[in-house]
């Protein structure tokens, strides 16, 4: 059974703070995604990686970083965060085209 | 760019109905198409897919058609029961030319016992 954690389920920063969001895998997956979901808007991708220190933007990177140094771990970072990034973050991970969903962080940035 | 289109954003049924949920990808290369459930609070899962070589797929009560000529797929679900109401999301799939995945906005479905 596959496992997605992240590091937080709720969490408030305040403007301008660099915020760390964690995700983890146990299924030795070799893709690994970040989404932003907003009401109305579904789900956004922010950055993807296919492989350690590998990445590739998504339809909204701006404003983020990613991170993967370790083949189960994959970090987004909100460089000096904002309050239009308040939004449910999810991470995600496949071997092939099927995606395993992290329950979330839902971040407020006040 | 690419999107999809999903439709109708919520829909409310009387238990036992039938709930059809309607995706319009634009992306001709797509060749995976996923549904996912997500329940208030909770991280989505995948309930159902279709792969482009594949028209119908069916899994107790619910099914997914794909019509690849149109570039619509569609979520078909029978008999619905409370349990079953959450916000669902479609997403069309390409492992081809890059890999890329587009979600569509949702649609939140009721089911009125």
């Known amino acids: 059974d596959v496992k997605v954690t992240q590091s937080s389920r709720y969490l408030v920063k305040r403007t301008g703070e660099k915020v760390f969001l964690e995700c983890v895998q146990d299924m030795d997956h070799e893709n690994m995604f970040w989404y932003r979901q907003d009401p109305g808007l579904g789900l956004r991708l922010i950055y993807f990686s296919y492989d350690v220190k590998m990445k590739e933007k998504g339809d909204i990177p701006e404003g983020y970083s990613v991170s993967r140094e370790k083949k189960e771990r994959f970090s987004l970072i909100l460089e000096s965060a904002s309050t239009n990034q308040t939004s449910m973050y999810l991470c995600?991970?496949?071997?092939?085209?099927?995606?395993?969903f992290g329950p979330g962080t839902r971040l407020t940035v006040t | 760019g690419e999107n999809v289109e999903q439709h109708p954003s919520t829909l409310s049924v009387q238990e036992g109905d039938s709930a059809v949920i309607k995706c319009t990808y634009s992306?001709?290369?797509?060749?995976?198409f996923p549904w996912y459930k997500q329940e208030l609070g909770k991280r989505p899962q995948l309930i159902i897919d279709?792969?482009?070589?594949?028209g119908e797929k069916k899994d107790q009560r619910i099914a997914v058609t794909l019509n690849k000529t149109a570039k619509h797929f569609s979520l078909h679900i029978t008999e619905t029961q409370p349990e079953d109401s959450a916000v669902y999301f479609c997403?069309?799939?390409?492992?081809?030319?890059?890999?890329?995945?587009?979600f569509g906005a949702g649609t939140r479905l009721f089911v009125k016992a």
């Open positions: 279709i792969r482009s070589n594949v």
């Open positions: 992306d001709s290369a797509s060749n995976y």
């Open positions: 997403a069309a799939s390409r492992n081809t030319g890059g890999f890329k995945t587009i």
């Open positions: 995600a991970s496949s071997l092939r085209l099927e995606q395993y």
